[in-house]
């Protein structure tokens, strides 16, 4: 295969995906909840439990989303897309981290997980041939340990808040890189 071919292959998914902007929106939604979750009266344990519960909701909600948007789940002939699939569960394998970070150290969970969560963006950059998710995923990573750094627990929910921003930007420039790539 040539780069040529490879490169008309990451287009391909990048268009009929449009980007994973479906996966993106329900993050969006996913990390709204979980900042309120933040403002909230409860342990940073609690919290940080409610926190993983929501994650469940991911793929209904990016299923819902994937049919509001119109983008394709499944690339048929395109031997790329299982990594897509793979990219994602490669995430699974840090869940150890959040569960001893929510049994030792609760009040840094919300950061953890908002490091996992923009690490794990980087190599779509390759895959949609998308530079957006690496710029994003690094600056979530070291903004969130910025705000960690700097923020009381009391006061963690802001890193939720910077996430959601961070969420919102990247669904719009991966929004319009479709757009960009769709006339092709």
Same mark, same amino acid.
């Given at each position: 295969?040539?780069?040529?071919?490879?490169?008309?292959?990451?287009?391909?998914?990048?268009?009929?995906?449009?980007?994973?902007?479906? !996966?993106?929106?329900?993050?969006?939604?996913?990390?709204?909840?979980?900042?309120? @979750?933040?403002?909230?009266?409860?342990?940073?344990?609690?919290?940080?439990?409610?926190?993983?519960?929501?994650?469940?909701?991911?793929?209904? $909600?990016?299923?819902?989303?994937?049919?509001? %948007?119109?983008?394709?789940?499944?690339?048929?002939?395109?031997?790329?897309?299982?990594?897509?699939?793979?990219?994602?569960?490669?995430?699974? !394998?840090?869940?150890?981290? $959040?569960?001893? %970070? @929510?049994?030792? %150290?609760?009040?840094? !969970?919300?950061?953890?997980?908002?490091?996992?969560?923009?690490?794990?963006?980087?190599?779509?950059?390759?895959?949609?041939?998308?530079?957006?998710?690496?710029?994003?995923?690094? @600056? %979530?990573?070291?903004?969130?340990?910025?705000?960690?750094?700097?923020?009381?627990?009391?006061?963690?929910?802001?890193?939720?808040?910077?996430?959601? !921003?961070?969420?919102? @930007?990247?669904?719009?420039?991966?929004?319009?890189?479709?757009?960009?790539?769709?006339?092709?």
């Amino acid at each position: 295969m040539t780069q040529e071919e490879l490169n008309k292959l990451k287009i391909e998914l990048s268009v009929k995906a449009k980007n994973g902007l479906d !996966f993106i929106l329900s993050g969006t939604v996913i990390w709204c909840a979980i900042t309120i @979750i933040w403002t909230l009266d409860f342990t940073s344990y609690s919290k940080s439990v409610f926190t993983f519960m929501l994650s469940g909701l991911m793929l209904p $909600l990016a299923f819902g989303f994937s049919k509001l %948007i119109k983008s394709q789940w499944k690339v048929a002939n395109n031997p790329l897309q299982p990594l897509g699939l793979w990219l994602n569960l490669a995430q699974l !394998f840090y869940f150890p981290f $959040l569960i001893l %970070i @929510i049994t030792s %150290i609760p009040d840094y !969970f919300l950061f953890g997980y908002v490091v996992i969560t923009g690490a794990h963006f980087f190599p779509y950059a390759w895959y949609y041939k998308e530079s957006g998710f690496a710029v994003l995923g690094g @600056i %979530i990573s070291f903004g969130s340990l910025f705000l960690t750094l700097y923020l009381a627990p009391e006061h963690q929910y802001w890193i939720g808040v910077y996430m959601v !921003f961070c969420l919102l @930007i990247l669904a719009l420039r991966l929004y319009t890189s479709y757009q960009k790539r769709k006339k092709y």
